[in-house]
């Protein structure tokens, strides 16, 4: 069975600073990886995805990573703004049998808050 | 373009009613997702459509919960009779040509549901 977990599940940085956020996962046989913003009291917004294939994917100054054989995902966030404050979940789509459905399972997530 | 949208985006009933949400999905879209996010559990996926065929439910708590999606651009997700542990904030989703393939899920903003 998969597990995703994130550390830490809360982080709180100033304005301006570079971070990451980590998100482990147990089973390496994966699909794909998203990550996913949440604002409070609004459904997820889908940030970057990462094929099984690739090891990274950049938007603007997002910039997640992929290292398969360890289990691990990053998302690095330069230049961090008051506007990036937000819940921030991974989740990892495992690989289904030939043809078959393949289960997706989201990390808790990683508070971050932004203090300008 | 519109997203997905939910409805009602709150719902406030007694245990033992029967409870109706409601999901659009993003036109052109043809596989739809429910899930249910708790505190405790996190983001559960319940059910999941391809094409308004459910594919998977093996995430759907018990037999008080029924989904149905009788055309591609409406679907529901009924629990009768509902109970107090079934407060959480119920998502939909959708995406683009099916769930094999690497597209994001967009979600709707949610129905927080509370069960007295």
């Known amino acids: 069975k998969q597990e995703v977990t994130q550390i830490p599940a809360a982080l709180s940085v100033p304005e301006g600073e570079n971070l990451v956020l980590n998100c482990s996962f147990t089973?390496?046989?994966?699909?794909?990886l998203q990550w996913f913003r949440q604002d409070p009291g609004k459904g997820l917004t889908s940030l970057l995805l990462?094929?099984?294939?690739?090891r990274e994917q950049t938007s603007g100054r997002l910039n997640a990573s992929l290292d398969k054989s360890s289990g691990r995902s990053t998302l690095y966030i330069a230049a961090s703004q008051p506007g990036d404050s937000a819940t921030y979940l991974c989740?990892?789509?495992?690989?289904?049998?030939?043809?078959?459905?393949?289960?997706?399972?989201f990390g808790t997530g990683t508070k971050l808050q932004v203090i300008p | 373009d519109a997203g997905v949208i939910q409805s009602p985006r709150h719902e406030v009933t007694e245990m033992g009613q029967e409870v109706t949400l409601r999901c659009k999905p993003i036109?052109?879209?043809?596989?739809l997702f429910w899930y249910r996010q708790t505190m405790m559990r996190g983001l559960e996926l319940l059910i999941y459509?391809?094409?308004?065929?459910?594919?998977?439910d093996s995430g759907m708590p018990e037999d008080r919960f029924s989904a149905k999606m009788p055309n591609a651009s409406f679907s529901t997700l009924k629990i009768q009779p509902s109970e107090p542990r079934d407060s959480a904030v119920y998502f939909c989703?959708?995406?683009?040509?099916?769930?094999?393939?690497?597209?994001?899920?967009?979600f709707g903003d949610g129905t927080r549901l509370s069960i007295l």
């Open positions: 459509f391809n094409n308004n065929v459910p594919i998977d």
């Open positions: 990462i094929q099984s294939s690739q």
């Open positions: 989740a990892v789509k495992g690989l289904g049998s030939s043809g078959g459905y393949q289960k997706v399972t």
């Open positions: 036109s052109g879209h043809n596989s």
């Open positions: 989703a959708s995406s683009l040509k099916g769930y094999s393939y690497n597209q994001p899920q967009h």
């Open positions: 089973d390496s046989a994966i699909y794909n």
